[in-house]
């Protein structure tokens, strides 16, 4: 089959021949959605060649399983949807995998915070930080008004609050804890490596 007949193909038609090994209809994949899998790791990730390597993973894995490859909306969806899911699964492991996180957190702040985080990354991390806070009781609430807006140490919170400094930590852990969680939902490892630089 020529290039043409084949880049002629519906997404359908496309992952027919997929599920038959054809090297033709992968390089076609590869050449349709590249930019936007790119694009898309590159707003998950915010570093080039990081998001260079997930979309080759990405790619791969698509190869890997096309036999079975049962794909319910479009074939577009579908490996943005794997590229969402290895991202995420890239920042779960940074809980477990030093070298990984310390290899990130550097190319990270070398190619992203050259000059600090800027404000739209600021901004998005206000709000994943409010959907977080919006999770907690009111005290846990109150607990980072004190500390993190207000700059109370954890022993002046507590005094104020009339409780001990153990029960305002306790509350901070879980405070930090919910943004992480809403931060890895939406597999925005950018950001999570942003969140270890703020609350180290």
Same mark, same amino acid.
């Given at each position: 089959?020529?290039?043409?007949?084949?880049?002629?193909? #519906?997404?359908?038609?496309?992952?027919?021949?997929? @599920? #038959?090994?054809?090297?033709?209809?992968?390089?076609?994949?590869?050449? @349709?959605?590249?930019?936007?899998?790119?694009?898309?790791?590159?707003? %998950?990730?915010?570093?080039?060649?990081?998001?260079?390597?997930?979309?080759?993973?990405?790619?791969?894995?698509?190869?890997?399983?096309?036999?079975?490859?049962?794909?319910?909306?479009?074939?577009?969806?579908?490996?943005?949807?794997?590229?969402?899911?290895?991202?995420?699964?890239?920042?779960?492991?940074?809980? #477990?995998?030093?070298?990984?996180?310390?290899?990130?957190?550097?190319?990270?702040?070398?190619?992203?915070?050259?000059?600090?985080?800027?404000?739209?990354?600021?901004? @998005?991390?206000?709000?994943? %930080?409010?959907?977080?806070?919006?999770?907690?009781?009111?005290?846990?609430?109150?607990?980072?008004?004190?500390?993190?807006?207000?700059?109370?140490?954890?022993?002046?919170?507590?005094?104020?609050?009339?409780?001990?400094?153990?029960?305002?930590?306790?509350?901070?852990?879980?405070?930090?804890?919910?943004?992480? @969680?809403?931060?890895?939902?939406?597999?925005?490892?950018?950001?999570?490596?942003?969140?270890?630089?703020?609350?180290?």
């Amino acid at each position: 089959m020529t290039v043409q007949a084949i880049a002629n193909k #519906t997404e359908g038609e496309l992952i027919e021949f997929l @599920r #038959t090994g054809d090297s033709q209809a992968m390089a076609e994949l590869y050449n @349709r959605y590249y930019e936007p899998v790119y694009r898309y790791a590159l707003s %998950l990730v915010k570093m080039k060649d990081v998001a260079e390597d997930i979309v080759h993973e990405v790619f791969l894995k698509v190869w890997e399983i096309r036999a079975q490859l049962n794909i319910q909306s479009s074939l577009k969806n579908y490996i943005l949807r794997t590229c969402h899911n290895y991202t995420v699964d890239m920042a779960r492991r940074l809980s #477990t995998d030093r070298k990984l996180k310390e290899q990130l957190l550097y190319l990270y702040q070398e190619q992203v915070l050259e000059n600090g985080p800027g404000p739209k990354e600021l901004e @998005r991390m206000e709000t994943l %930080l409010h959907d977080a806070l919006e999770t907690l009781t009111p005290q846990q609430r109150k607990v980072y008004e004190l500390c993190k807006k207000q700059g109370l140490t954890y022993q002046q919170a507590a005094d104020q609050l009339g409780i001990s400094s153990h029960t305002v930590k306790e509350h901070m852990g879980n405070v930090l804890a919910a943004l992480r @969680r809403n931060i890895l939902e939406r597999g925005e490892l950018g950001l999570l490596l942003l969140f270890y630089i703020l609350y180290p």
